[in-house]
């Protein structure tokens, strides 16, 4: 990352590597790169570092919180493979109506998504969070009290758009809030909390296995609801985005949120004059007057590579296979050679504590990293395991050593997964849109993913039974590897950027070379302030 990209940032830390590539930043920018010089040579004040640290904490609270929905849909994923084994028991479901149970989730969270942005752009951020929230918890209670399949249907779908909007909402709110040098690790939070919710999830079925198959799967089920109590608590500490104030005109509201999440006065401002170009308040832009859906489907060449990239990584994170081996993973271990209902709920322990485990990992390197490397390795590894289940199901199954292979390849799936495509892809989406499409850009790529994992979930029964178990996992690592070549082509690097300043990379070499004009102009200004006086 560039030096004039943190600082543009309101981030005058010096995080960069200092190659001085800048974008058109506007002369505050190159101020700012004065002032933190001679801050270096000073040294930082402790009350500055106490400040820091303050707004640090505040940031990461309200990241938390804008997660909670992202628990539930992970809990939902985690409770629902263990949860159908006693559900065919209980209702006498079929196989197709197991299918459509899990699959349909899926899919109509794309109705959520596809509201998402419009409701996010109309009531907030914030409220599309605690609408989200109340949309699924709603639902979630229709299932626990079903008498029957359609009843338990009924339920689901209501979650489902629940889900829709809380999916899309949640990495948006985070980018918007968060500094640009942390923003990666923050806008993974959702990904962290799905899978917390997967290992809760696993964890319940197991707890709950052995109570009568007519009350486990209604209590598990019903644990889910839990998190709504925390999701109304948090909205009497959660501010509005500040970007989404800032599009309302509502600038004293943007400046009070922005001085809790920023270290200094001086930075807030220049923030908040960047905010105010981006919205097209401060200065017009040439898309001022289109709608916002017409330019996404009838998008410029640099709208169109976003497009490309943001909601082709939705997919592809689905596409691989990673919900199929979540929500099915009880049928691989079965084809494995494990039979009994505990040892299957047991192993899948295994799979969501080391989902979440990775997770952790990925946090932790995707702001030192990058997101392209570990894209790089996440894709490979998860090539490489599928290719792995895929033999070891053909040639090793119902065998002590075939049990251990499916296990340690399940897992390895998983935690490349969650390494790298899992959380980076949210992280892509909610950071390479400019600010008067992000919102429904975004909405457009949680419908790409959700439309995907309902596609694989509502047909890996089917497809496994036509091609095998292993066979549907050599199709996924097919696809993985066509991944890989999906980052190399179309995923730039956007370690550090300011979201004003990554969609430059997206710009045709004559726009950005006039960003560079602009930026040596400012420059050369700054220079001559100082003999001037």
């Avoid at 800048?22 to 010089?37: P, V």
């Avoid at 402790?46 to 990461?60: D, E, G, M, R, W």
């Avoid at 091609?467 to 993985?480: C, D, L, N």
């Avoid at 990554?502 to 560079?516: D, S, T, V």
Wanted: aromatic share 8%; hydrophobic share 45%; with cysteine.
């Amino acid at each position: 990352m560039g030096l004039v990209g943190v600082l543009a940032s309101g981030n005058g830390n010096g995080n960069g590597n200092g190659n001085g590539r800048g974008r058109g930043i506007g002369i505050k920018s190159a101020n700012t790169i004065m002032d933190s010089q001679i801050s270096n040579e000073d040294g930082v004040p402790p009350c500055h570092l106490q400040a820091n640290a303050a707004t640090s904490k505040f940031v990461i609270v309200c990241a938390v919180f804008a997660c909670l929905n992202s628990v539930l849909l992970g809990y939902d994923v985690g409770v629902m493979s263990g949860a159908i084994l006693f559900i065919q028991e209980d209702l006498k479901i079929t196989e197709v109506q197991e299918e459509v149970l899990i699959g349909c989730l899926s899919i109509i969270s794309l109705l959520g998504s596809l509201a998402g942005g419009r409701t996010s752009d109309a009531i907030g951020r914030k409220w599309t969070i605690a609408l989200a929230a109340f949309v699924f918890q709603t639902g979630a209670a229709v299932m626990v009290l079903a008498p029957s399949f359609p009843v338990l249907m009924a339920g689901r779908l209501l979650a489902g758009v629940g889900i829709g909007f809380g999916v899309m909402i949640a990495p948006v709110y985070i980018a918007e809030i968060s500094p640009a040098v942390a923003r990666g690790s923050l806008t993974s939070f959702p990904e962290i909390s799905i899978n917390l919710g997967i290992l809760l999830g696993y964890v319940s079925n197991f707890a709950f296995s052995g109570l009568p198959k007519h009350m486990n799967w209604r209590i598990m089920l019903g644990v889910g609801i839990v998190p709504s109590v925390f999701i109304g608590l948090s909205l009497f500490f959660i501010p509005e985005s500040p970007r989404w104030l800032v599009m309302r005109n509502r600038i004293e509201e943007a400046r009070s949120v922005l001085l809790k999440t920023n270290v200094s006065e001086r930075e807030v401002e220049d923030r908040l004059v960047e905010i105010k170009e981006a919205a097209g308040i401060a200065s017009a832009t040439s898309h001022e007057q289109k709608a916002v859906w017409q330019e996404l489907f009838c998008p410029s060449p640099s709208v169109r590579r976003m497009l490309i990239a943001g909601c082709g990584i939705q997919c592809f994170q689905q596409i691989t296979g990673i919900d199929a081996t979540v929500y099915y993973s009880p049928t691989i271990f079965k084809d494995a050679g494990i039979k009994d209902n505990a040892r299957l709920l047991a192993a899948t322990v295994a799979v969501g504590f080391t989902k979440t485990m990775f997770i952790l990992v990925a946090i932790f390197l995707i702001d030192r990293v990058g997101r392209k490397p570990l894209l790089y390795v996440s894709t490979i590894g998860m090539t490489t395991c599928l290719f792995g289940l895929g033999l070891t199901l053909s040639f090793l199954g119902n065998g002590p050593l075939g049990i251990k292979l499916a296990i340690l390849f399940v897992c390895g799936n998983v935690a490349f997964f969650s390494v790298g495509i899992g959380p980076i892809c949210w992280v892509l989406s909610s950071e390479i849109f400019p600010l008067r499409l992000r919102a429904q850009a975004s909405a457009l790529g949680a419908v790409g993913s959700r439309v995907s994992s309902g596609a694989i979930g509502m047909s890996f029964l089917s497809v496994s039974r036509a091609i095998t178990v292993a066979g549907t996992f050599f199709v996924f690592s097919g696809i993985s590897a066509l991944s890989v070549a999906f980052v190399y082509m179309c995923v730039p690097e956007t370690k550090g950027k300011t979201l004003e300043e990554i969609e430059m990379l997206f710009k045709n070499k004559k726009e950005r070379q006039g960003g560079e004009l602009e930026l040596r102009d400012v420059e050369h200004l700054v220079r001559k302030e100082p003999s001037s006086s």
